[in-house]
Each structure stands twice: as C-alpha cells, then as structure tokens.
C-alpha cells in the first residue's frame, strides 16, 4: 500500500512560522524536514492531498519569498520513502 502527502520544506525558519499561520486553515502540520530532503532549515509542513492546491494558491498570494520554500510529494510504501521536487 502506498500513502502520500505533500511537504513544503523551508530555507529559514522565519518563512516556516509564517507559511504554518498563512496555511492553518488547510490542515498544515508542522513535522522535521525528511533526511532525503537536504536543504532546509529543518521545518517543514506536511499537507494533504485534498488542500495542497488551496495552500499553494495562498503561499503564491503572500509575501513569503518563494525562493525559501520548495514542495515535495512524498510517496511512502513499505519502508520506503521517495521525495520529488514539484512546482509550486
């Protein structure tokens, strides 16, 4: 079985603590950023599938620079875990 969500990992922490206030009417939780997932402070937001275009329409209509967040799907099957770059 295959489960999957979306993550937006965050370059600083600042536009983390933003994004989480912009995106809590979507459901975002705030989780550590994923070892595949090098580059980033450390914060991320997990959402999911039914609200990932809502967040995106709100990130892309805030002042938080979009060259400090980057979003992923994040595909778990098994012991598994594969993260794709997507475009915001």
């Not at 999957?4 to 009417?25: N, T």
């Not at 778990?76 to 770059?85: A, I, N, V």
């Amino acid at each position: 079985m295959t489960n999957g969500y979306w993550l937006f990992a965050f370059d600083s922490p600042h536009a983390a603590i933003a994004a989480q206030r912009l995106l809590a009417s979507c459901g975002a939780v705030v989780m550590p950023t994923l070892r595949a997932i090098t580059a980033s402070c450390g914060m991320s937001l997990r959402l999911r599938d039914e609200t990932i275009e809502r967040a995106k329409e709100l990130l892309r209509a805030s002042s938080i620079d979009p060259t400090l967040y980057r979003l992923y799907r994040v595909e778990q099957e098994g012991k598994e875990t594969r993260c794709t770059r997507t475009a915001v």
